[in-house]
């Protein structure tokens, strides 16, 4: 049986080659875009750290129009100068600066240590100073803290607040709470909890009595690992101005 | 509401499957390195994913051992799943090669094992690659290990990445010229190596030194840039050791120079590597969005000793998924992908041909795909849109 003539088609695939096009050309929107590596993103947290914060970059010449933790908008730009403000809840900061999504943020040493993201901690901006402590029930204090081994805490801070009783070899059960932790052993819903306090008038109203000491807390400036080393020269020089301006 | 949860469904924490798209960038990346190691004259070894915990820790004790994965053998010695590969090298080295000459030259490619957060580019199991330079001392040593890492990001297509070199040695003589005590030591290593500042300006002041020196000490994180930095830093070290450690890192600069390569490093005396075997030049690359560094590396004199070998050692390991997320960012993976090219149809009766036509088609190295059956021209034409090839070969 003779071999049939082999005919060969062999053709292009309409629309391939736009298609191969279109995705080369897709340039990088994300992190590492040009334009991001230009730019200083700054993350700010909303609420009582903003306002300190703001002020002490506006006296170095890092500011923008609009700026402030009530606007809309979430993102603040100032062309001129190449600097990006985003504004996001206190707790995010860190997780910001940690993925570069911003490379300096100010953060409270509390947030900070909570969230034990390896980030760079550049200076402490001494603005919002205040202290974590436990705090205990005047009327049910007890004599010793090794008296409370084995109870509840509540606090918004369970992993600082699990290193402070572990490094006195207690066992506690820790309950997480977001807010008004001084509720807790008012409604017998803990033993004691860990915070953080200014002033001490929120324990003093709610017959808390601070017990023992466990960190002082301000709010710090921090950087992400890679933005430090590959916008170093924008970084040192705004850390150098912020340093002499704190003292 | 209340079905079942299907386990048999769902991997461990910190696992990851590759389907074909990242699985082709990956290998097309392993295919770039090992060729690229190999080049350079370094073998490949294969070492044992399981090992004894109490090999696997020399030279770390203690820092590591939390992130590993353990278990037990039949006797109850604790096993556990390597967490990078230069330990298992220095042991390998000083067992069964013993007697062998130096220098070794030795590259790997493989899964290592960290119990730590997940993240993108950095699952609890994932994969490195390196090399390892065993029996030179000298900053030749050095200058290649650090000409081959760039390379490595040059080769995959990597274009925007920064190396930032530092030396350990100079940080250790420093301490040790100021007699500053071992826990402050301690301290103020810990404080560099967590990147904190405030800390390293807090145990700096409770220190006796002269301001100047504390005002040095602190601004360690700091000397990043060019020569001039080593300038900045030679007017601080009076001792043998730190001088020796700057002499060094600029004896390896010049080398770097020769390779053409030198525009890519700056020094960096804050760079000092998390793990503590490390004795000289260290460094780390870095590129933008990735939060880590994606290669690091640098000497390490004493590990072999510590297996019972006397003998110098240097190298250094990358993360592949960092780098490919590197490259993914930087929109440099589509060449690494695999473009699908020939699809071979066939109408009734004409598979002999068909076959023929492929197995040339794969001999010359082309992606080609063969039909299952016979099919029409329509079809074969609908079925290379859907799947992505760019040929199609259709024998009637």
Known sequence: MGRLPVEEVRLSVPGKEDCIIAKSEKKGVGLMSAENMEYLTIALPKGKVFGKAAELFKKIGYTAEGLSDKSRKLIITNRDKKIRFIITKTADVPVYVEYGAADIGVIGKDVLLESAKDVYELLDLKIAKCHLMMAVAKQAKRAHLADYANTRVATKFPHIAAEFFNSKGMQMEYIKLHGSIELGPIVGLSESIVDIVETGTTLRENDLEEYAFIADATARLIANRVSFKMKFDRISKMLEDLRAIIG | ?396
Request: aromatic share 10%; hydrophobic share 40%.
């Open chain 2, 1 to 396: 509401m209340c079905r079942e949860k299907n386990f048999l469904l769902e991997i461990p924490y910190g696992m990851r499957d590759f389907l074909p798209h990242d699985a082709a960038i990956k290998r097309n990346i392993e295919n770039v390195l090992a060729n690229l190691f190999k080049v350079w004259g370094y073998d490949e070894v294969i070492t044992p994913a399981v090992e004894y915990l109490d090999t696997l820790t020399m030279g770390n004790k203690n820092s590591i051992q939390r992130h590993m994965f353990k278990f037990f053998d039949k006797n109850n010695r604790t096993l556990a799943l390597r967490n990078e590969m230069t330990t298992s090298i220095a042991r390998l080295v000083s067992s069964r090669m013993q007697n062998d000459d130096i220098p070794f030259k030795l590259s790997y490619i493989c899964k290592v094992y960290r119990y730590e957060q997940a993240q993108t580019g950095r699952q609890c199991e994932f994969y490195q690659a390196g090399v390892e330079l065993m029996g030179n001392g000298e900053p030749t040593g050095d200058a290649e290990i650090v000409a081959l890492a760039i390379e490595s990001m040059l080769k995959a297509g990597l274009v925007n990445f920064q190396v930032c070199m530092g030396q350990v040695a100079f940080i250790n003589g420093l301490m040790q010229q100021w007699n500053l005590a071992q826990d402050k030591q301690k301290y103020i290593r810990r404080a560099l190596e967590k990147h904190d500042l405030v800390e390293l300006d807090r145990i700096t002041a409770e220190t006796a030194l002269p301001d100047e020196a504390r005002a040095f000490l602190r601004s360690l994180p700091m000397l990043h840039g060019n020569e001039n930095v080593l300038k900045k830093a030679a007017a601080f070290a009076l001792d043998e050791q730190s001088k020796k450690a700057l002499d060094n890192l600029e004896k390896i600069y010049d080398l770097l120079k020769n390779y053409g390569i030198d525009k890519y490093v700056v020094f960096d005396l804050g760079v000092i590597r998390d793990f503590s075997y490390y004795t000289g030049m260290v460094f780390e690359i870095y590129a933008p969005g990735l939060g880590s560094p994606l290669c690091g590396g640098g000497r390490y004199d004493n590990l072999l000793a510590d297996f019972g070998k006397n003998c110098p050692a240097t190298g250094f390991a990358l993360g592949l998924e960092r780098l490919m997320l590197a490259l993914k960012n930087q929109g440099k993976t589509e060449c690494l992908t695999n473009s699908k090219e020939n699809y071979v149809a066939y109408a009734e009766g004409r598979l002999d041909e068909a076959v023929e036509k492929a197995m040339l088609l794969r001999d010359a190295g082309e992606i080609t795909e063969l039909a299952g059956s016979p099919q029409k021209l329509s079809e074969a034409e609908a079925y290379c849109r859907a799947k992505n090839y760019v040929n199609l070969v259709y024998i009637q």
